[in-house]
């Protein structure tokens, strides 16, 4: 007999990310919002940081573009709260969905930093003693955002309590909120607490160390790799709040093999990044905006390069996080210089790499050229980069590109272009956001190295754009699981084989695949871009929100043999 798995009555999600748009985490939560809320009606409470630091250090409460105060929600309790110390502003996150989000300034929880930390000492053992970093702004937002669950518990969940037996879970989102989870654990045991790490950072920090990861994950002690890599404090409050929370979670079957050697704890369920499609344009309006997108990349390309590429160009592109090996960019520059060469290759192509660097302003001569509306035969001074940046000669992008001598030239039928700004719809440049421009590609490639999970493959076919990835990435070992083999670009999304050591063949492959990309038909492109979007939809939040329910099932049934015991 299957057994009925508990339900949440309430559930409090914690998250760097909640109404703070720097990285993938703010597309899961944002995008599963939807389905949570549809279940629970406002009784799913997403909690994030009411402040961010500036470029000076200073903290700022700058208005979040995502997040709609609303003083008449839970009008009493903010009273109470502010009362008591706790600065909130309550709102709706402006998400599908609009679920309630409560925003928590931690500045002033900064003055009992070294209570804090000794009580986290004493109870679990975490060593914040060589804190650096962000490690003490998360922290005291996470134990911030614990104290409101606290408050607001004891305010109106309590009161119901005596009637009948609320269930209530609270999910902590990667170390920069296990404080609070451990906090919830300790004063509230009768909540049931879900702590899910996204990358853990030791595992991101060996990748990024250029380390190998994989060949001896087995062989690695995290505690030992830690302090090697100076990563002590990270990694303790990330260990400990993985063994004493109710329900230890990560994204992928990869991570989770990373979770059991070096925080040596399995995991109790992988939840897989879903997506909500809702924003994807329908049909008549997607041609229109494919279109528009398309129009928009080939004018940049055109202007900068002072060439005249036509529509038949295939357009390709990566994009992420700047994080220079572990996302693959390398070896994507790699395969597009050796495609230079390739006497296979059919098409045009322009290759845009969209990760944020270090940005100083955007290129006042594109600008002029792109205001003009003039077509140009010679291209602008170092036609590789649509913005300039503040260390030009030390980027990581540009430098390979130098030392590949790969400078957009008039005969180069490959032309690499960096982007690097965040794709928000006020670049100076495109001023177009990233899901606009997105569907006009014709081809998406993102060869992880490190990737636990991997939104932006993910993106890329939910706009019906065609995508390479590897099997190191935890979507691409989703797509082989749905395949039952190593995926092909006829089925939307190509999986390459990529280990430690296989960087050279990677190139290869892409390039390979690439080359036969361009040699397709349209009735095989349609057919590939059909295959993308039918793969796309058996990652929505509707296919993959049962292992959420899974997740809070084991902390809801943990949280009540705890009170069972305390009464026996």
């Known amino acids: 007999m299957v057994k009925e798995l508990l339900k949440p009555d309430y559930i409090f999600e914690s998250s760097w990310e909640v109404c703070n748009k720097v990285g993938g985490i703010y597309t899961v939560l944002s995008t599963r919002a939807k389905t949570l809320q549809a279940v629970l009606q406002d009784k799913v409470v997403f909690i994030g940081p009411g402040l961010w630091k500036r470029d000076d250090g200073k903290y700022t409460k700058e208005e979040s573009p995502y997040f709609k105060e609303d003083r008449s929600l839970f009008a009493e309790w903010q009273w109470e709260a502010k009362e008591n110390g706790l600065n909130v502003r309550v709102g709706r996150w402006t998400v599908p969905g609009e679920p309630i989000a409560i925003l928590v300034d931690f500045v002033p929880f900064f003055e009992k930093k070294n209570e804090i930390y000794g009580w986290l000492w004493e109870n679990y053992g975490v060593d914040s003693l060589h804190a650096y970093g962000d490690y003490d702004e998360a922290s005291m937002f996470s134990y911030a955002a614990a104290l409101v669950v606290e408050s607001f518990y004891n305010h109106y969940i309590s009161p119901l309590a ?192 969209e990760v944020p660097g270090w940005v100083g302003e955007p290129r006042k001569d594109l600008q002029e050229r792109l205001k003009s509306g003039k077509k140009y035969t010679t291209p602008l001074e170092v036609p590789q980069v649509t913005h300039w940046l503040h260390n030009m000669s030390h980027d990581n992008v540009l430098g390979m590109l130098k030392y590949f001598d790969m400078h957009n030239r008039k005969d180069d039928n490959v032309k690499v272009i960096f982007l690097p700004c965040y794709l928000d719809g006020k670049d100076g440049i495109l001023n177009m956001t990233y899901y606009d421009i997105v569907l006009g590609n014709d081809l998406c490639i993102y060869p992880s190295y490190y990737e636990p999970w991997g939104y932006t493959p993910l993106e890329a ?43 050279s063949e990677v190139a290869d492959n892409i390039k390979d695949t690439v080359a036969e990309f361009s040699n397709f038909t349209q009735k095989q492109i349609d057919e590939c871009r059909k295959n993308a979007d039918m793969l796309s939809k058996k990652a929505l939040w509707s296919e993959f929100i049962k292992y959420y329910y899974e997740a809070y099932d084991i902390a809801l049934r943990k949280a009540e043999d705890r009170i069972k015991n305390k009464k026996d």
């Open 162 to 353: 005596s009637k009948t037996l609320q269930k209530v879970i609270y999910h902590a989102n990667e170390w920069m909120c296990g404080l609070g989870a451990l906090y919830i654990n300790n004063t509230l045991p009768q909540i049931g607490t879900i702590f899910t790490t996204h990358a853990t950072s030791i595992g991101r920090s060996i990748a990024g160390n250029m380390k190998p990861l994989y060949d001896y994950l087995f062989a690695y002690n995290g505690d030992q790799m830690a302090g090697e890599l100076n990563m002590q404090s990270k990694h303790s409050i990330e260990k400990q709040t993985a063994l004493n929370v109710d329900c230890f979670t990560t994204v992928s079957d990869i991570t989770a093999k990373e979770c059991l050697e070096l925080l040596d704890k399995p995991v109790d369920v992988v939840l897989p990044n879903g997506f909500d499609n809702s924003f994807v344009p329908k049909t008549a309006q997607f041609a229109k905006k494919r279109k528009a997108a398309r129009r928009c990349l080939l004018d940049v390309a055109n202007a900068l390069l002072g060439e005249q590429l036509d529509d038949d160009t295939l357009i390709i592109s990566t994009s992420g996080r700047y994080e220079f090996r572990n996302k693959g960019i390398d070896v994507f520059v790699e395969a597009m210089n050796r495609l230079l060469r390739d006497r296979d290759l059919k098409k045009k192509i322009v290759a845009f790499i």
């Open 461 to 503: 076919i939910a706009f019906k754009v065609p995508c390479i990835t590897t099997d190191l990435a935890g979507f691409g070992l989703w797509a082989n699981s749905v395949f039952g083999h190593y995926g092909e670009i006829s089925e939307g999304v190509k999986v390459i084989h990529r280990t430690d050591y296989n960087y």
